[in-house]
């Protein structure tokens, strides 16, 4: 730092310290995301035409036609922020001679629901949501 005084002229290096610092105190301040425990998919079925929303746990698995959903996390920012809803799902097709097959290991999200989206021939899904509780009761209690 002594060196850019001897360097360049001091008021510039004085002016591009303060400028450095404003912008460093200007940025906004990052929330930690929310972890949640249960995630809201939207599916449709291409043939029937079908779209239906489904609430799945995370660590649980759900079968959607031929399709076996895995979540593992899901998270979202705090409300005064904006939004970035973002899933770690596992997606794995079974075969008619009920062979498991993984088609999709990733990240979703749910403002770009074309990014890493399940291609599927049949089925299309993506992520809509994550919240803190369903009317779906919870794996363990069914």
Same mark, same amino acid.
């Given at each position: 730092?002594?060196?850019?005084?001897?360097? /360049?002229?001091?008021? &510039? +290096?004085?002016?591009?310290?303060?400028?450095? *610092?404003?912008?460093?105190?200007?940025? =906004?301040?990052?929330?930690?995301?929310?972890?949640? =425990?249960? +995630? #809201?998919f939207a599916g449709l079925d291409k043939i029937t035409g079908?779209? &239906?929303?489904?609430?799945?746990? &995370?660590?649980?698995? #759900?079968?959607?036609?031929?399709?076996?959903?895995? =979540?593992?996390?899901?998270?979202?920012?705090?409300?005064?922020?904006?939004?970035?809803?973002?899933?770690?799902?596992?997606?794995?097709?079974?075969?008619?001679?009920?062979?498991?097959?993984?088609? /999709?290991?990733?990240?979703? /999200?749910? $403002? *770009?629901?074309?990014?890493?989206? &399940? $291609?599927?021939?049949?089925?299309?899904i993506w992520l809509v949501d994550c919240k803190q509780a *369903?009317?779906?009761?919870? =794996? *363990?209690?069914?």
């Amino acid at each position: 730092m002594l060196e850019l005084f001897k360097r /360049f002229n001091r008021p &510039i +290096v004085a002016a591009i310290l303060v400028c450095a *610092s404003m912008l460093a105190w200007s940025l =906004p301040a990052r929330a930690d995301t929310i972890a949640n =425990p249960v +995630v #809201v998919f939207a599916g449709l079925d291409k043939i029937t035409g079908r779209i &239906i929303n489904f609430d799945v746990y &995370i660590d649980e698995t #759900v079968q959607f036609g031929a399709l076996q959903m895995t =979540p593992r996390a899901c998270y979202t920012r705090p409300a005064n922020e904006t939004q970035r809803t973002t899933v770690f799902v596992e997606v794995d097709q079974v075969s008619l001679k009920q062979t498991v097959t993984r088609i /999709f290991t990733g990240w979703m /999200f749910a $403002d *770009s629901p074309a990014l890493n989206a &399940i $291609d599927h021939a049949v089925y299309d899904i993506w992520l809509v949501d994550c919240k803190q509780a *369903s009317d779906v009761p919870p =794996p *363990s209690s069914r």
